[in-house]
């Protein structure tokens, strides 16, 4: 109907624009008119007439239950993960023994150097009583969040017992190392604020600055240039400096690195540009300083000069949990607005006494401290030539990082080269070592490697067997 209608009024103004564009001009009304301006006339007509019509919409019809059948047997719904490729596939080596210098995997004994176990406490008697001790008298677990009858005495110990041995006025210990820091970040830092952070943080730091919903802002790993420059770039842009919380996010010792952070230099930056320091001493407590205090200590900085440090339990002090360490307020502030702490089970009693009893070691036996930076210097200075490798991490670490000299140009190849030298130290010279596998979540872009924790409790000929195994093997795989 629609194209019967469009000829017609193609046949009307072919023959009004051969009347009308004739010599004569017409008279409507006694007023001549050309003949163009009908055409015109008509041709608005015609458009105006299109646009205010109804368009033709075919009645509904509802589906028959066998069209409905058949559009349910061809629909495929999207699946829940993604599908397992070949390369998405790992079985890690399986310990079946304590995670000490020595232990046991697929039956065979192999050195230990992919625990970070720095302290050597794994199965110290002393800690493995107070875990008995604990047992006996609390039982396994605590059944409650820490604000609803989950808190136990040896908890409030461990916390002042934590304070006291840092210098801070107190202290709040998590159940789970790892959600410590991605708790404590939230707990302070809200959208708007803003966050300057190394972009060599690991994933649970990562964790925490997505979960704040601040505005982050990386520097470059470890670089005090990099940091003075975001810090004062942010400076400039804020409106209002005075009304926007903003915070310094760093690691005492970086554990996609093994590098140190310059914490004197980063606290004169704070101070010039006026932020606070998150400081992460997941690392770096119990190692650093002539007392195993932390990056503080290491670098003379007084402590209250760190607005908020957290630190995992778990690897110096060889038990569980985490714990945040400041002023009165910051730990108060914890107790109601973060979420690892309000709603998560509190820390068995055993872990926190097996706590208290690790730091009461490291008072009493500070050589072990002088132990560990042997042991690191020596499995340092062996390492320094090892072929097609090169050394990333402090010489103060006790992660002992070791990147590729020349990447093979993808990450895919630059870990199933890595993982080759660790499957051949594993299989032929029974040394345990770990390659830095990140997940997608993991945004770090340092360069990925092969990390050795060290420990106080390796013997010398330990850390002679992984040099020579490291040497040999890098050899003939990256050749």
Same mark, same amino acid.
């Given at each position: ?17 051969? $009347? ?29 007439? /299109? ?8 009645? =509904? =019809? ?20 993604? /599908? ?19 232990? @046991? ?43 609803? $009858? ?9 916390? /002042? ?11 709040? *210990? ?43 802002? $990386? ?7 990099? *940091? ?30 093994? /590098? ?16 606070? @320091? ?57 107790? *109601? ?12 009693? $055993? ?10 070691? *490291? ?107 490291? =040497? ?8």
């Amino acid at each position: 109907m629609a194209l019967a209608m469009v000829n017609v009024t193609a046949s009307v103004l072919d023959w009004a624009s051969s $009347y009308f564009d004739a010599p004569t001009r017409a008279v409507v009304f006694g007023v001549p008119i050309d003949g163009h301006l009908v055409v015109e006339a008509l041709l608005v007509v015609v458009i105006l007439f /299109q646009l205010t019509r109804k368009s033709y919409k075919p009645p =509904k =019809k509802p589906l028959t239950e066998k069209e409905i059948d058949e559009l349910c047997d061809d629909w495929v719904p999207e699946p829940l993960t993604p /599908q397992i490729t070949e390369d998405m596939t790992y079985e890690p080596p399986t310990l079946e023994s304590a995670a000490g210098p020595h232990a @046991i995997v697929n039956g065979k004994e192999v050195v230990n150097f992919a625990s970070a176990n720095y302290l050597g406490l794994v199965g110290n008697e002393k800690i493995t009583d107070s875990c008995v001790g604990a047992l006996e008298k609390y039982g396994v677990g605590s059944c409650g969040p820490r604000g609803f $009858y989950g808190t136990i005495d040896v908890h409030l110990d461990c916390e /002042q017992k934590i304070a006291k041995f840092l210098g801070t006025p107190d202290s709040i *210990l998590y159940s789970y190392g790892i959600s410590t820091i991605f708790s404590v970040i939230p707990a302070f830092c809200k959208k708007g604020d803003i966050i300057v952070a190394d972009e060599g943080v690991h994933w649970a730091v990562q964790n925490g600055l997505y979960l704040s919903r601040s505005t982050v802002v $990386y520097f470059k790993h470890n670089d005090m240039k990099s *940091l003075e420059n975001k810090l004062e770039e942010v400076t400039r842009r804020s409106k209002h400096p005075e009304k926007v919380r903003r915070y310094i996010v760093v690691e005492a010792i970086y554990q996609n690195s093994g /590098q140190i952070a310059p914490l004197d230099e980063i606290v004169r930056l704070k101070e010039k540009y006026r932020f606070r @320091i998150i400081l992460d001493e997941s690392h770096s407590f119990g190692v650093l300083g002539n007392s195993g205090r932390g990056l503080a200590d290491h670098c003379g900085v007084p402590i209250e000069k760190i607005d908020i440090i957290t630190a995992g339990m778990g690897n110096a002090l060889a038990t569980d949990g985490g714990f945040c360490t400041g002023s009165v307020r910051v730990v108060d502030h914890q107790r *109601l607005s973060s979420s690892g702490y309000v709603f998560s089970a509190s820390l068995p009693p $055993y872990l926190a006494s097996a706590a208290i009893a690790a730091v009461d070691y *490291l008072e009493e036996n500070p050589s072990v401290l002088s132990k560990l930076r042997t042991n690191i210097a020596t499995l340092f200075n062996e390492l320094s030539d090892v072929p097609g490798l090169v050394l990333a991490s402090h010489i103060l670490s006790p992660i002992v990082f070791l990147k590729l000299k020349k990447s093979t140009g993808t990450g895919k190849t630059d870990i199933d080269l890595l993982d080759s030298i660790a499957k051949q130290a594993l299989e032929e010279d029974s040394v345990l070592i770990a390659t830095t596998k990140r997940s997608s979540l993991d945004k770090c872009k340092l360069p990925i490697g092969l990390r050795l924790f060290v420990s106080a409790s390796h013997s010398e000929s330990d850390l002679l067997k992984a040099a020579a195994s490291l =040497k040999r093997v890098a050899a003939l795989v990256i050749s």
